[in-house]
């Protein structure tokens, strides 16, 4: 089993990213999915999730709420995070998770981790 973080990069104050997480050996449609980010020197975070049960059922951290949206793409087997209006406190390594029985932005009830995918906001 492997997920896979992808879609980062450097953009300006303002900018927009579109983070995917995709998966090998495992169908992510069951899974609760949840990015986390760690930024520099701090704790490894968790920002948005999605339920497995309902797609519409999303939840954000304060940080990010009204900037970022997580969706699913099923047929393509992705989960995605979109992300407007980034700051340059949204700098951090990204990842993506997947939870069988969890929905929440707790990292140690998670099952399965990608790789990150850095993001760089900086003018």
């Known amino acids: 089993v492997q997920l896979q973080a992808s879609g980062g990069g450097s953009v300006l104050p303002g900018g927009s990213l579109r983070l995917s997480c995709t998966a090998s050996g495992l169908i992510l449609g069951p899974y609760a999915i949840g990015w986390f980010r760690q930024g520099p020197g701090k704790e490894r975070r968790g920002i948005a999730c999605i339920s497995s049960v309902d797609p519409t059922e999303t939840s954000y951290a304060t940080s990010v709420k009204g900037r970022f949206i997580i969706s699913r793409e099923n047929a393509k087997n992705t989960v995605n995070l979109q992300m407007d209006s980034l700051e340059p406190a949204d700098t951090a390594v990204y990842y993506c998770?997947?939870?069988?029985?969890?929905?929440?932005?707790?990292?140690?009830?998670?099952?399965?981790w990608g790789q990150g995918t850095l993001v760089t906001v900086s003018s």
């Open positions: 998770a997947a939870s069988r029985q969890y929905f929440g932005v707790a990292a140690r009830f998670y099952d399965y």
